[in-house]
T-cell receptor
């Protein structure tokens, strides 16, 4: 069974600072990778996803993530955060080719951006 | 608007009572899922259904039950056998294949 680790539980930073959230997974085969975001009071929504191809993927709101297969990592980055990026961020994986979409989530990282 | 509707938003239950959480989607998705969210643990899969009249246990199915009589609906019952039911419950759906899962706004269940 696959597992996902997000090493930072809480991150506090100031506006315009750069953000990087770590995500590592364990699974022996090919995976699909996702980052979801949950803004305060809102539903979980997809930030970006990787299925195949270019390992550097760009998502909404200026976020990007890089898949490094050798490190089993899919770290999320944003060069300059805004106060509106305050949210909880979840990394998720599911085995490529698996029927359905049984995502395995990491524990989440709460990000607080100070104005 | 297309999407997933969960109701109610907040639910209180007395110990020993069963309670059913509603999830409806109008996205014409075949697959639906129930997750439980606890602080610091992310989301854990309770049950999922890939087609009407069929469903499978997820990682933490004990104390829960589901039904899938209609494509649009996937209700979750939290039974009295669930030892720690206070949590935030999220319903999701996706179309066939490895595509994005769409989530509802969640139901916060509190046992009093």
């Amino acid at each position: 069974a696959q597992s996902v680790s997000q090493h930072n539980h809480h991150v506090i930073l100031s506006e315009a600072a750069s953000l990087e959230l770590g995500c590592n997974y364990s699974y022996g085969g090919t995976v699909n990778l996702f980052w979801y975001v949950q803004y305060p009071g809102q539903h979980l929504q997809l930030l970006l996803k990787y299925f195949s191809g270019d390992p550097l993927v760009k998502g909404i709101k200026g976020f990007e993530a890089e898949f490094i297969k050798s490190k089993f990592s899919f770290n999320l980055r944003k060069p300059s955060v805004q106060w509106s990026d305050t949210a909880e961020y979840f990394c998720a994986v599911n085995p490529a080719g698996a029927a359905g979409n049984k995502l395995t989530f990491g524990g989440g990282t709460r990000v607080l951006v100070k104005p | 608007d297309g999407g997933i509707t969960q109701s109610p938003k907040y639910l209180f239950r007395k110990e020993g009572q069963n309670v059913t959480l509603s999830c409806e989607q109008n996205l014409n998705h075949d697959a639906m899922y129930w997750y439980r969210q606890d602080p610091g643990q992310g989301l854990r899969l309770i049950y999922y259904s890939q087609i009407v009249n069929d469903f499978q246990k997820g990682d933490i199915a004990e104390g829960y039950s589901v039904s899938r009589e209609k494509k649009e609906s996937f209700p979750l019952t939290v039974t009295s056998a669930q030892k720690n039911p206070t949590a935030f419950y999220l319903c999701a759906s996706s179309s066939e294949g490895n595509t994005e899962a769409f989530f509802g706004q969640g139901t916060r269940l509190t046992v009093v």
